[in-house]
């Protein structure tokens, strides 16, 4: 058999539409949220244990490390919101064609990226 397609894909000479990016930004989010509860979740057991468990993951949360992952995890539900919020308006029929669909992905990333500014002006205030 012989096939002309292509063995080795380079995936740098694909452009996706801006569309196509936040949607699969979208599922990245969903997926660091997923990763990130358990984090959430450890922490809150630790501080739930009692008073020392309290102070350590008082004295965690002021490391650099716990601030830059707590700012990752606000950064991946804001995004997720936004563009969850997109979906739902295209599932009911909004902003479905061609160019309605990337004024959409614009907002998105505009809106996300200041959600994000400000989540992280309250993380490192």
Request: hydrophobic share 55%.
């Amino acid at each position: 058999m012989n096939s002309k397609r292509p063995v080795n894909l380079d995936l740098g000479k694909f452009h996706f539409p801006l569309p196509a990016i936040t949607s699969i930004l979208h599922r990245v989010s969903g997926i660091i949220i997923f990763v990130g509860v358990a984090f959430m979740l450890y922490g809150l057991q630790l501080s739930l244990s009692g008073e020392e468990g309290f102070s350590r993951v008082s004295e965690l949360l002021d490391s650099f490390l716990a601030k830059l992952i707590t700012w990752g995890i606000l950064s991946a539900l804001l995004y997720h919101l936004v563009a969850g919020i997109k979906h739902l308006l295209m599932d009911v029929g909004i902003g479905e064609e061609l160019e309605s669909g990337r004024l959409a992905a614009k907002i998105t990333i505009v809106v996300s990226v200041i959600l994000i500014v400000l989540a992280g002006v309250w993380v490192w205030a």
